[in-house]
Nanobody, 121 residues
């Protein structure tokens, strides 16, 4: 139904920056919101940021607010995560997620395969 493809992960030094991208494609869907989650080794998946597709309203986890910025390109069904001032504790597998308006679920409906972000000197 919906496929999410992430890109932009990699290795970066502390204090550096990365930009993640995620594009949604498929048929018979309409985006309500998209977001980013991450999971570090030995830890549970945690929320990072989300954006409402129509209003552009955003939300961030306290640990990343002021350093990360989420944005979207509605015409391209693409969400971005600009990550600045990266810290070693930001190291994780980052997942893109999408909430489909055409479903009744309040949770995110579709997930990408993840892209690895490693912050190390």
């Amino acid at each position: 139904q919906v496929q999410l493809v992430e890109s932009g992960g990699g290795l970066v030094q502390p204090g550096g920056s990365l930009r993640l991208s995620c594009t949604a494609s498929g048929s018979d869907f309409s985006i309500n919101a998209m977001g980013w989650f991450r999971q570090a080794p030995g830890k549970e998946r945690e929320f990072v940021a989300a954006i409402n597709w129509s209003s552009g309203n955003t939300g961030y986890a306290p640990s990343v607010k002021g350093r990360f910025t989420i944005s979207r390109d509605n015409a391209k069904n693409t969400v971005y995560l600009q990550m600045n001032s990266l810290k070693p504790e930001d190291t994780a597998l980052y997942y893109c997620a999408a909430d489909d308006r055409l479903t009744s679920s309040v949770a995110f409906d579709y997930w990408g395969q993840g892209t690895q972000v490693t912050v190390s000197s």
